[in-house]
C-alpha cells in the first residue's frame, strides 16, 4: 500500500461514518452507578466523534441516538434521556453552527414532547447552510420505520395518480428513505461489543463496511476511530463484483 497519507477526497477515508453508541448503561453499572450517569458521559464521547470527523474531513456522520425501541425502556430511563437530549440540543447548537455543521434529524419526531421537537426545528433551520460536516441524529428512529415511511409515500403518490406502480423501483425507494440526499454511509461502527444493527439504517447499509468494538461508547477516543478508519482503508470493497474488476475498474468498458 502507499505510504501517501489519505485525504479527504481519497476513497480510503470514509465519506459517511454511521455510528452506534451503545454500552453507556454498562458503562454506569461498571462504576456502580445509575444507567443515566452513562449517558451522561456518552454525550462527552459524541463531542469526541465529531471532532474526529471534522479533523479528518470526514463529510457526514450519522449517529443512533435512541431507537423506536428504546422508548420500551424505564420510564425513568426515558425521561432522563429526553432531558439530557434537551441540555445537549440547547448547548451544542452555537457551537456546532461556529464549527460549520450542518445538523439535522431523522426520526418520528412526532414522538417527542414539543420543547425537543421546537429545539430540534431551531438546531436545523440555525444550522442549514452549513456544508463542513452533515451531522445526522437518528432518534425515535429505526430502519424498518424509515422503509415504512418511504413505502407510505410512493404509495400517496400512485393513490393520487401522480405516481405509477411500474415506476416503484430501488431508485424510487432511496429517494424516499431518511438521507437520501447523502452518499450512502462507507463505514459503520458500533461500541459495546454487540455484533448487531439494531433496526439501524437497513436500506442504508447494503454495502457499508462493518467494524465492531468492546469498547464502551463513554470510553470512545480518537485512537479508536482511527483504527476503524485504518481498517476500513486496508478493505477492498468489491459490490457484488470481482477483485479483478474492482482493480481495473474501465476493463468492461473500453475493450480494445
Ligand atoms: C446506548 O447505550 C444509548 C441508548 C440506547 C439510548 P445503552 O443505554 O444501550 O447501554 P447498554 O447497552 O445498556 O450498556
Ligand atoms: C441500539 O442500542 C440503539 C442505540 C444505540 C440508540 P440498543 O442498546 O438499543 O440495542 P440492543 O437492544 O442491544 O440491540
Ligand atoms: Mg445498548
Known amino acids: 500500500m502507499s505510504s501517501e497519507p489519505a485525504t479527504a477526497a481519497s476513497p480510503r477515508i470514509p465519506r459517511h461514518l454511521a455510528v452506534i453508541m451503545d454500552g453507556n448503561g454498562r458503562w454506569a453499572q ?12 456518552g454525550a462527552r ?10 479533523e479528518r474531513g470526514i463529510e457526514a456522520l450519522t449517529l443512533f441516538a435512541f431507537s423506536s425501541e428504546n422508548w420500551g425502556r424505564p420510564e425513568d430511563e426515558v425521561g432522563a434521556l429526553m ?6 440540543l440547547e448547548r451544542e447548537v452555537d457551537e456546532l ?3 460549520g455543521v450542518r445538523v439535522r434529524f431523522i426520526g418520528e419526531r412526532e414522538r417527542f414532547g414539543e420543547a425537543i421537537r421546537l429545539q430540534m426545528t431551531h438546531a436545523e433551520s440555525r444550522t442549514q447552510a452549513n456544508t463542513r460536516l ?4 437518528a432518534a425515535s428512529y429505526g430502519g424498518r420505520w424509515d422503509i ?14 401522480r405516481l405509477s406502480p411500474d415506476a416503484i423501483d430501488e431508485a424510487a425507494i432511496a429517494q424516499r428513505v431518511c438521507l437520501a440526499d447523502l452518499p450512502a454511509p462507507d463505514l459503520f461502527i458500533r461500541t459495546g461489543g454487540d455484533t448487531r444493527i439494531s433496526n439501524f439504517l437497513l436500506w442504508q447499509l447494503a454495502y457499508t463496511e462493518l467494524w465492531f468494538t468492546d469498547l464502551l461508547w463513554p470510553e470512545l477516543d480518537a485512537a479508536t476511530l482511527q483504527r476503524a478508519l485504518d481498517d476500513y482503508a486496508g478493505r477492498e470493497r468489491r ?3 470481482t477483485g479483478a474488476q474492482i482493480a481495473a475498474p474501465t476493463t468492461n468498458e473500453t475493450p480494445e
Open 134 to 137: 452533515h451531522l445526522t441524529i
Open 45 to 54: 464521547a459524541v463531542n469526541v466523534c465529531i471532532d474526529f470527523c471534522l
Open 148 to 161: 415504512a415511511q418511504a413505502a407510505r409515500s410512493l404509495a400517496v403518490d400512485v393513490a393520487a395518480g
Open 97 to 99: 453552527d461556529r464549527r
Open 83 to 88: 432531558k439530557l437530549f434537551l441540555n445537549a
Open 239 to 241: 459490490f457484488g463484483l
Open 30 to 41: 461498571r462504576r456502580r452507578r445509575p444507567r443515566v450517569i452513562g449517558h451522561r458521559a
